[in-house]
């Protein structure tokens, strides 16, 4: 099948990209950024947000896979006027299968970044052509980085009421290719990681496997989005669900972990992995979104 991704050059696309290839698929890859064709990837230039290429890019496919996110910070620009545009250049090139990837907790957490999801979720439902809407937890790749930016900090605040399921994103993309290759399912699926963790959990097996000391110190986040997660809405029983544990993700020597697409294709100047975030009101672990966009300092 030709599949376009929407999202080629982020955390998830890194992934997803070698695994279609591997599968003997034909890709072609959506980013803002221009770039030369390399290997079995297609590269097209377009804009979710303008809608600029979106025709060209739709055209002769059989699957979009939709993973382009403006995050936190996007403000729905990306997730909900970008698939609105999207869906409308689908519907004018013959109807393909749209696969969404979307967050647990989307349908029951009203909250920021989260709400933008649920309705880009409703877009993609709407759209009269066959759909899937994958929705995972946090990506390993994405902690792992958030963690990085606070790594000079003396002492890390944790909530230790906070539960997390992270997952690896190899496997969010081997259930993505499973589902492109069943077809629609028009129906809202959920993916998680195999174990959950508190945040004390996570940060210090985190701070281990960097070979860090850092005292944590015991705090409750407030807001909303945080009450929801305290509550395990951002929690998933779906099965199946993710192998790789946390643990596995930081000491990699433990399992066979690849990665090979994102060591030939470097990201975009665009991209979120290339854009550190400078802001004071991100909040070190959980955000207040459900996830953050990846960051690197
Ligand atoms: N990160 C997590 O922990 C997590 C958890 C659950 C679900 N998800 C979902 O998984 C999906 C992938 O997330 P991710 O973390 O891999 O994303 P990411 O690393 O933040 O990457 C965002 C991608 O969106 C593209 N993009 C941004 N603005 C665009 C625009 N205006 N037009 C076209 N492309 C645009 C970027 O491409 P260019 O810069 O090359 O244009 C980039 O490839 C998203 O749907 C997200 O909601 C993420």
Redesign the pocket.
């Known amino acids: 099948m030709r599949i376009l991704v929407?999202?080629?050059?982020?955390?998830?696309?890194g992934a997803l990209v070698p695994a279609l290839l591997r599968s003997g698929h034909r890709v072609r890859a959506?980013?803002?950024?221009k770039r030369e064709d390399r290997g079995n990837v297609e590269w097209v230039w377009?804009?979710?947000?303008s809608g600029n290429g979106l025709a060209e890019a739709v055209r002769d496919v059989d699957v979009i896979a939709h993973?382009?996110?403006?995050?936190r910070k996007?403000r729905g620009?990306?997730?909900v006027t970008?698939t609105r545009k999207l869906v409308a250049a689908a519907r004018q090139a013959g109807y393909p299968h749209l696969l969404y990837?979307?967050?647990?907790g989307a349908d029951s957490v009203a909250s920021g970044h989260l709400r933008h999801?649920l309705e880009a979720e409703r877009l993609v439902c709407e759209s009269e052509l066959g759909w899937t809407i994958l929705?995972?937890?946090?990506?390993h790749q994405?902690?792992d980085r958030r963690l990085s930016d606070f790594e000079s900090l003396p002492v890390l605040a944790v909530d230790r009421s906070m539960p997390w399921q992270p997952v690896h994103?190899g496997e969010v993309a081997a259930r993505l290719n499973e589902l492109i290759a069943a077809g629609p399912a028009m129906d809202e699926l959920e993916y998680g990681g195999p174990q959950v963790l508190n945040t004390e959990e996570l940060v210090r097996t985190w701070l281990q496997a960097k070979g860090l000391h850092r005292p944590c110190l015991p705090v409750r986040f407030p807001g909303s989005l945080y009450a929801a997660q305290r509550a395990g809405e951002l929690l998933t029983d779906a099965e199946p669900k993710g192998r790789i544990t946390w643990h596995d993700h930081l000491f990699p020597a433990s399992v066979e972990l690849s990665d090979d697409f994102a060591s030939e294709h470097t990201?975009?100047p665009?991209?979120?992995?290339n854009q550190p975030e400078q802001d004071p009101d991100l909040h070190v672990y959980g955000g207040d979104e459900g996830?953050e966009?990846?960051t690197r300092g």
């Open positions: 929407t999202g080629a050059t982020g955390t998830l696309g959506l980013s803002r950024t377009g804009d979710l947000v993973l382009a996110t403006g995050g996007g620009a990306v997730d970008g990837t979307s967050c647990v999801k929705r995972s937890t946090h990506f994405a902690l994103t990201a975009s665009t991209s979120p992995a996830y966009r990846p």
